[in-house]
């Protein structure tokens, strides 16, 4: 009973995913209240009109009360958790006890993430994004739903099995040898062929990266290139993962091999108990999609023809040559870009193995630009709403005069030809007789809404730069096909020798039987670097047929529901300003530590952390980088010239160990997990 619901003020659904349950409960509610003769409603006009009230409701306290609620549970103990940014509101609900409130706004928020890898810049601009998310077009609007249901559902599923996306960050296959020849290839020879071909189209690699499911064999970035943010990365992986999921029955090797790993097998993909028959039958080629259910068999064929047309159309299989626009942050010396646009190419190598391709596009310039240009106006739009007016109000770097002349520029080179490149002219024209021209206004706030239309206009711009698809006589910007296979079969050739084992050792990345010696009675730990946004842990995935080092069955089951409970327990309590936890549960006891340290590795000295509110944005690195926006800014405040670096450590052990060998275990995991000479690339 899970659903998840982006609206507009006026109660338009914008995006909306929904389970097979949910789905379910809202066609018999709307079913019972029709007439008979009378067929369903279309089921996005029965969502609609099911939060319809708490939209309107929402909206009214805003206008009235200039506040809103955040959460609230029905007396049949449904929870609604609520988010508004901008003008677009958020709901997402559970009626299964399976998320609490921190699992809903989580998924908001990452929810947002998405799409704004998506969409860029034009998410600033609530006009332009409605548009973008509501096409009029249904079966365009069908096609790009569908998309953003399965990569939501890619991600819910991540969460719930992967070790990496439960505590967001990445984790790298341990492999020092291989790792460092498959960095030196990627750098000495593919990138570098890719970015001397002539087939190229004006793109440039900036980053290469081989995945083995979820893992991160080698990265490579560019000497030009920014670094890529562990939020974006995630991100990039979710992506991935949704256009070639992760299939045990394809992708290992051999039967044994499974059986003497610990990979999920394939009910992480079916249903919760799938038939062996369906599974067996299903073609090699068909795409499974994470979450799907049974065919309901309804008696009543007026249901069974009233299914969401929208849950049966089919999205066409990905095609590998052409690439996705994802637009990503960039850090440059002049300062922060957020959205930038990239082209992503996710070339499959085998089953379960990704080469992925960030490339940057030739026009890329028009979007550091358009960016500055609506930075200088939100500025100047805020200080307007204050109450600054005239030269205070334009005060600060850039100076409005320096952005006028280069916006004069910048309008210059787009030329009138463009429909909308003449309506930012004419906006620009209208903005300058009202605040330059003598007599006229003025900086007052009076200017508010023309700073309002010319935010909407750049976003226009830039969604026509990099957004809009271009037409059959256009030369397609992008790596050609030749290029792209060449780079495949490269990468191939490099791997072929290695594929089985990497396949295996994705599953047993790290085992627990090394530690046990130097560690007796712990039963599973996380590390976690958060200034790389890198962790390491043992195996923990566990299926009916196949045995991981905790067993198999129920009891494995329990102790890898009690590590994802921990990790809920410890941000909240993070949350509330705690770095340190210890919980006894049972036969278990639980540890988390929060540090800091210092470039040569020497421990800081514990400080306080920030006491977040409830309704703030989820502890991690997918939706918000908690930790280097939030944490490292904070506690380095006392630590001026000094680069900090921050780890988070958890342990499960028995709880039979006395307390002060647990402690004594935590201090010596800790400092050998990350030595050099044991893993040289974490």
Known sequence: MKCLLIASESAEVLFHWTDPEYQQHIQEQYGASQEEGQGLPAFEDSISTLFAPIIISCSTMVDRLGDSYTSFTTENNHIYVLHQFDECLYIAVNGDGEE????????????????EVLFGMVTLSSYLLRRELRPQDTDQRARLWKHLQSLLETYSHLRENDQSFLVEAVERLIHPTLCEQCIEFLERRLVQQLNSSVERAGEEVLHAFILVHTKLLAFYSSRNASTLSTSDLLTLIIMAQNMYPSDVDHDDPAPEDVESTSGSGPESFYTPEPSPTDRDSSSSEEKPVRGSTPVFEFVDPDIQMAEDSLQTLEVPPPDPSTPHRV?????????????????????????????VLLTKVPTS??????????????????RLSEGQEGSAATRGQPTIHDVRSKLDKFIKALGPSEIQSAQLQNVWTEFKNRAFARGGPGFN????????????????????????????????????????????TMVQEKLMDWKDFLLVKS?????????????????????????????????????ERATSELGKGPVA??????????????RHYL?????????????????YFLWFENETGFKLEAGDIPVLPDDSAPIG????????RKLLRYYSKNHQGEVVKCYELLTVHLGVIPTEIILQHCRQLASKLWEPSRNPLL
């Open 365 to 382: 310039a028009v979007a550091m630009s358009v960016y500055k240009f609506l930075e200088a106006f939100a500025k100047l739009e805020k």
């Open 100 to 115: 609490g409130e921190d699992d809903l706004r989580r998924k908001t928020y990452v929810m947002k993430k998405m799409i």
């Open 621 to 628: 690195m997918l939706a918000w980088d908690y930790y280097s």
């Open 445 to 488: 706030r009076d200017l508010i809404p023309w700073c309002k239309n010319m935010k909407t206009q750049l976003c226009g711009i830039y969604r026509q730069c990099f957004l809009i698809e271009s037409g059959p006589t256009d030369i397609p910007r992008r790596l050609s096909p030749g290029l792209q296979e060449r780079a495949q």
């Open 507 to 543: 599953k047993r990345n790290i085992t627990m039987v090394s530690y046990l010696e130097d560690f007796p009675g712990l039963i599973h730990f996380i590390c976690v670097d958060r200034s790389t946004g890198q962790m390491i842990a043992p195996s923990l995935s566990i299926t």
């Open 327 to 355: 637009f990503l942050e960039v850090s440059l010396k002049e300062g922060l870009y957020p959205m930038m646009p990239h082209s992503m190419y996710c070339l499959p190598l085998w089953p379960g193995i990704t080469l």
């Open 557 to 570: 089951q329990f102790i890898k529901r009690k590590v994802w409970d921990l990790v809920s327990t410890t």
């Open 575 to 591: 949350q509330k300003g705690y770095s340190t936890v210890t919980l006894r549960d049972g036969d278990f006891y639980f540890c």
